[in-house]
T-cell receptor, first 111, second 115 residues
Framework: DQQVKQNSPSLSVQEGRISILNCDYT??????FLWYKKYPAEGPTFLIS?????DKNEDGRFTVFLNKSAKHLSLHIVPSQPGDSAVYFC??????????FGAGTRLTVKP | DAGVIQSPRHEVTEMGQEVTLRCKPI?????LFWYRQTMMRGLELLIY????????DSGMPEDRFSAKMPNASFSTLKIQPSEPRDSAVYFC?????????????FGPGTRLTVL
């Protein structure tokens, strides 16, 4: 049962433009949401997170938006850079130690 | 800090063979997680330990899979017998006890191929 879904397996954008990665979840008990970035041959690394008490969290070029009523979150990268090309995983947690991940979206930023 | 260490990095085996994946968590971290990444399902949590005790193994797919953490610095994930559908990348991650999920640090993974 996929509780966290990333319906777009891939996304391609031009350098300098905005990248928007989407994620949907089904479990209303999730109260903490995260985005991880993964380069080839490496493990995922934490990128940004948001608590369910907020609807937006910003860190430099990265902003995560949370819409609890729609059970939807998105990651915005502005401006996109070629070094942002990676697989991005959305994750959600209902308790401190346990995360459920989506299938990932491969982002390609073209120079 | 060496980070989370996993071995081997690549494993190719034949169906029916036993496979053992190894993980050394970051020193001082008390929680350890095993994940499996596949194209279809992305990253799936298989099992996690807190202070060497298995807390949730509901993600372990079958009895063919078993995991142990004999001490705070070592864990194994064993598949016996292995099947082609077990082919995936297996990640180990560790975090401080009681830490938020964003404190999980992942190892580089073991790519398993079962022929």
């Amino acid at each position: 049962d996929q509780q966290v879904k990333q319906n777009s397996p891939s996304l391609s954008v031009q350098e300098g433009r905005i990248s928007i990665l989407n994620c949907d979840y089904t479990n209303s008990m999730f109260d903490y949401f995260l985005w991880y970035k993964k380069y080839p041959a490496e493990g995922p690394t934490f990128l940004i997170s948001i608590s369910s008490i907020k609807d937006k969290n910003e860190d430099g070029r990265f902003t995560v938006f949370l819409n609890k009523s729609a059970k939807h979150l998105s990651l915005h990268i502005v401006p996109s850079q070629p070094g942002d090309s990676a697989v991005y995983f959305c994750a959600a947690s209902a308790r401190r130690d346990d995360m459920r991940f989506g299938a990932g979206t491969r982002l390609t930023v073209k120079p | 800090d060496a980070g989370v260490i996993q071995s081997p990095r690549h494993e190719v085996t034949e169906m029916g063979q036993e496979v053992t994946l190894r993980c050394k968590p970051i020193s001082g971290h008390n929680s350890l997680f095993w994940y499996r990444q596949t194209m279809m399902r992305g990253l799936e949590l298989l099992i996690y330990f807190n202070n060497n005790v298995p807390i949730d193994d509901s993600g372990m797919p079958e009895d063919r899979f078993s995991a142990k953490m004999p001490n705070a610095s070592f864990s194994t994930l064993k598949i016996q017998p292995s099947e082609p559908r077990d082919s995936a990348v297996y990640f180990c991650a560790s975090s401080p006890t009681g830490g938020r999920p964003d404190t999980q640090y992942f190892g580089p993974g073991t790519r398993l191929t079962v022929l």
